[in-house]
């Protein structure tokens, strides 16, 4: 299926561009007229997707993050958010609810929990060494009529 729209952004993996990539994905997505509540899941499970790549992919450097926003017929949105970083090893071990390889007093090992929540579906493929590619789903539903 081909995307009806799309558009790509690269950052540094600065927490300041967190915000910043939340924000993009939310302007590039207003135009097809989500509802707040939509909006807000969106948002959320981008952010959680971006902090992963900040605080794991790039434990002791500043790396590039690539997100791109594509839009399918059927109001069918994928946000990728994909790393060069160090890769996790064990993926159904990193996505289980409080599992973190860092501080727990400092990171709560929710992040995919909280994606899948607000997803219809979240993909994650990664090679230790080479990266981290997330794929975050979600059909908007139509506003109802008013």
Excluded: W
Excluded at 8 to 25: M, P, T
Excluded at 41 to 49: C, H, N, P
């Amino acid at each position: 299926m081909k995307a009806e729209n799309t558009t790509k952004i690269q950052f540094d993996s600065l927490s300041v561009n967190e915000a910043y990539a939340r924000g993009a994905a939310a302007a590039f997505l207003a135009r097809y007229d989500p509802t707040v509540p939509q909006l807000a899941d969106l948002k959320t499970a981008v952010s959680e997707a971006v902090t992963n790549c900040i605080v794991h992919a790039y434990p002791d450097c500043v790396g590039p993050i690539v997100m791109t926003v594509a839009v399918y017929p059927g109001r069918l949105v994928k946000i990728t958010v994909a790393d060069k970083g160090i890769g996790i090893p064990d993926i159904p071990k990193a996505m289980e609810p409080l599992f973190t390889t860092g501080n727990p007093e400092e990171r709560s090992g929710l992040g995919f929990a909280v994606m899948q929540s607000f997803m219809d579906k979240v993909q994650v493929r990664s090679a230790p060494g080479r990266g981290t590619r997330v794929t975050l789903t979600k059909r908007l539903e139509e506003k109802p009529s008013t």
